[in-house]
């Protein structure tokens, strides 16, 4: 790659910003069209053809890339990140990679060591990210660390190891401090109801958690199972918790500046944030002033009473339609969640299947649907876009039910009214969707990790043969789009995953006649998703006048093995003619805010 100022003068005086020479752009335009370079000018493309076309913007000022035959794509547009939820993760110390005992210790010690006595040290859970298979089976051990192993590496603060999210059964594990501040003291027994508090020899039964005792003293050990407040809350979690830090703004804040560049090293360059977000997140992405592109949708409490309800989408109903902000910071809409996880036995499905602590399990919707009706004609009436996220076929349905309603009163068809996951939507619901406009946002990250626990342990070849149906969704002419949710966050990873569909415990292959092209899976994750924003004039291919969004990769994805398709670098990532991340030799172009 070198790096070079023209001297050939352009139209205008000054000429383009930036030229990218000798490349292999596809510019996922509607004829998937390669060029060999392309021109930047004010933040947009002016020109995609050849050398001699993006050559002859150039000026005295423009900056001259060539990529040496490397493959330009359209910047990835990420709809359901999670940038603020997992931001928070960046103040915990992180423990990837850990294989013992022993690494887990020597992470906490040298976190103590830096850290003044009585702070507080929280980790993230055990295992690699984000789906922390086969533990604790996977440490040369066998098992976690006790309390008193993590008293040796941190003898004066509070040690937290937190808890996988998801995965059914899990364990926080603390330390000797730790659990004396939250209430669990040596020779002390939790009171409370026997709906609430049960003691065992095994255990101290805290509605949902429990915390396991020393079969020789009766102590706690340091390990506290189904510590899962997201899915499956005890009354027991904040309580037991209290010692941590608080969610603070700051917090918030800091986690979102620290997280923000590992999206960007990804190669995603707008970002989606339509789930469980919460009204700070908001506030940090516009004081910092992030190069990403963010677009926001701000969480209904469906507990509220109707006509708070109503106030709050009547004060934001100034993002009616297609949204409010610019290509920075844009108010999407407003978000709800119908349902759960299947792993955490809250997805509502169409037939029982089996829970994750044994048992059949037909769980009901979080929202009662009369309430969900309610809030969705409430959106409809002040012209706000509702993102419902569902994971099963009966949640699916209800808010198909729910959405044919609304329609009879306000047209939905041209609302782009957004569906999440929706792992199992039937062949029927999707051409329902069809009818109704509803763009969906799903992953197949799912599929990596969940393939083997839940949709074929749990839910049955049926579902696990048709989860995350892509290729139904787009035979229905369906604009899917693509997201990374929980992980992994590289884009790269989630296209190819798109195309493998495999299955991260076991390597198996999932619904092998569910998968997709390259270039459909390109599509999904630049066109569609600009389709999903209201943004597919100015978003999602490499067109002249489009904002000017590329990635630069260490790889072509359209003609590379397929499996080679995840381990392709994201060189450089660029948003608005901005260099925003760089690897190697494009490290020395990032340019900094």
Not at 1 to 21: E, H, I, Q, Y
Not at 179 to 204: K, S
Not at 225 to 236: D, L, T
């Amino acid at each position: 790659m070198n790096d070079t100022r023209s001297s050939a003068l352009g139209p205008s005086a000054f000429g383009a910003d930036m030229v990218v020479v000798n490349a292999n752009v596809i510019t996922a335009d509607p004829a998937f069209r390669t060029a060999q370079a392309v021109a930047v000018t004010h933040g947009r493309f002016s020109a995609v053809g050849t050398q001699a076309e993006a050559m002859a913007l150039a000026g005295p000022r423009t900056r001259v890339l060539d990529l040496a035959g490397a493959t330009v794509l359209p910047g990835f547009i990420d709809t359901h990140g999670h940038l603020g939820m997992f931001g928070r993760e960046k103040h915990y110390v992180d423990l990837a990679g850990a294989r013992s005992v022993e690494d887990i210790c020597a992470a906490i010690r040298a976190a103590a060591a830096a850290t003044p006595p009585g702070t507080p040290i929280l980790t993230t859970p055990i295992g690699d990210p984000p789906y922390f298979f086969d533990m604790p089976k996977g440490l040369a051990e066998g098992r976690f660390p006790n309390r008193w192993e993590l008293d040796r590496a941190a003898p004066e603060h509070p040690v937290y190891v937190t808890a996988p999210t998801h995965r059914v059964p899990n364990s926080a594990l603390f330390n000797s401090l730790a659990l004396r501040l939250a209430g669990l003291p040596d020779g002390e027994i939790p009171r409370g109801g026997a709906n609430r508090v049960r003691i065992t020899e095994d255990c101290y039964w805290l509605d949902g958690i429990e915390v396991v005792r020393d079969p020789v003293t009766g102590d706690p050990t340091g390990e506290l199972r189904n510590m899962q407040p997201a899915y499956n809350p005890s009354i027991f979690f904040e309580r037991l918790t209290a010692f941590a830090p608080k969610h603070t703004y700051e917090y918030i804040r800091e986690g979102i500046r620290k997280m923000a560049p590992d999206f960007l090293a990804g190669g995603t360059t707008t970002l989606l944030e339509n789930h469980l977000t919460l009204p700070e997140e908001m506030r940090a992405y516009a004081e910092l002033d992030l190069p990403l592109r963010v677009f926001f949708a701000f969480t209904v409490d469906w507990r509220r009473p109707l006509g708070e309800i109503e106030d709050m989408l009547r004060t934001i109903s100034f993002a009616a339609g297609g949204g409010f902000g610019n290509d920075r910071l844009h108010i999407a809409g407003v978000c709800i969640g119908i349902d759960g996880p299947h792993w955490h036995g809250r997805g509502v499905a169409d037939n029982p299947y089996p829970g994750p602590y044994g048992g059949m399990v037909m769980p009901g919707p979080v929202v009662p649907p009369e309430i969900y009706l309610s809030i969705a004609r409430l959106a409809a009436r002040h012209g706000l876009r509702l993102h419902t996220c569902v994971g099963g076929r009966g949640a699916v349905q209800i808010v198909l039910d729910t959405l044919s309603e609304i329609d009879k009163e306000f047209a939905l068809k041209d609302r782009r009214w957004v569906l999440e996951h929706a792992e199992f939507a039937t062949r029927a619901q999707i051409a329902e969707c069809g009818r109704l406009g509803v763009v969906p946002t799903t992953t197949t990250n799912f599929i990596w990790g969940k393939g083997a626990e839940v949709f074929l342990d749990r839910m049955g070849p049926d579902y696990a043969d048709n989860a995350v149906p892509l290729r139904w969704w787009l035979d229905e002419g369906v604009p899917v789009a693509q997201s990374t949710d929980w992980g992994p966050h590289e884009a790269m990873f989630t296209l190819w995953q798109s195309l493998a569909r495999k299955v991260g415990l076991t390597g198996e292959v999932l619904g092998p006649d569910q998968r997709i092209s390259r270039e459909e899976a390109i599509r999904i994750f630049t066109n569609n998703g600009a389709h999903a924003l209201f943004m597919e004039n100015e978003l999602g291919s490499i067109e002249t006048g489009k904002l000017a969004d590329l990635v630069v990769l260490s790889d072509d994805p359209v003609t590379c093995a397929e499996d080679d398709i995840k381990d392709i670098e994201v060189q450089a990532t660029v948003i608005g003619g901005r260099v925003v991340h760089g690897r190697g030799a494009f490290s020395s172009l990032v340019e900094r805010q």
